[in-house]
């Protein structure tokens, strides 16, 4: 037998409450090395908080994880990104009266510094096609094209994992179709794991899908096996 390969991430028993509340309850959760994974689930489904967890927003009530072989369950947040950890979060971290290059180098630097920084911040510019706006205060760009300085500034952290929350939310049906021709691009050399309420991105886009129903993962699978899985039909897809 081969020696099994070593999943870039792993969750065990994974548990997180708030006040009497099971936002996530004892999920094991596996992310296989250059895969694009969708997270689905319905609105409180714990989708938000299970990736919180994962980067280090908020602590577990319980559970492990594991990033790359190594137990980072009481990592901090910056240590993640150190260990090649991205994450964006719906618009929170855009500074407005910044240019767009100084957004993505204040990402970039969490990282590197000097030239390296710069260079990084160029970089994921011209990859998101916003080089042309790199001095352009950030509030002033389009919904649409700060949806994607936000990809920019995770990718300025060359992530092995870049972590996506609801990316699409919002864009046009072209500025998505830019969206998923990007995410194309950036596996497998980056694994992507995306919280989506789109389906046509999801089914498109995705290798596999997890879903989550009341803080658990109810199903697994190619977008095919989950648009026919029953379950999954009845807690999610059916009432879409
Ligand atoms: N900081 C918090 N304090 C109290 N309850 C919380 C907190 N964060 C999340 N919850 C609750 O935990 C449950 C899961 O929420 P979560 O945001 O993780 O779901 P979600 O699947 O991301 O939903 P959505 O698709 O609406 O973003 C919900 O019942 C929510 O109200």
Known sequence: MGVAAVSLLTTSGLTRH???????EGVDFTLEAGEI???????????????S????RIPPSAGEIHFDG????????HRRIMAGMA??????SI????????NVALAARRKRRGRAAEAATQEALMRVGLWERADQPAGDLAYGHQRLLEIAM???QSPRLLILDEPTQGLSEGEIAAFKALIRELAPATTILLIEHNMSVVMELAERVTVMDMGRILAEG???EIRANRAVQAAYLGTG
Request: hydrophobic share 45%.
């Open 18 to 24: 708030f006040s009497g509340i099971h936002a996530v």
């Open 37 to 51: 994974r969708a997270l689905i689930g319905s609105n409180g489904a714990g989708k938000t908080t299970l990736v």
């Open 53 to 56: 967890m994962i980067c280090g």
């Open 70 to 77: 190594r137990d980072i369950t009481r990592w901090p947040a």
């Open 87 to 92: 994450y964006t979060f719906q618009i929170s």
């Open 95 to 102: 500074y407005a009266g910044l240019p767009v290059f100084e």
């Open 154 to 156: 995770g990718l300025a």
């Open 222 to 224: 190619t977008p095919a």
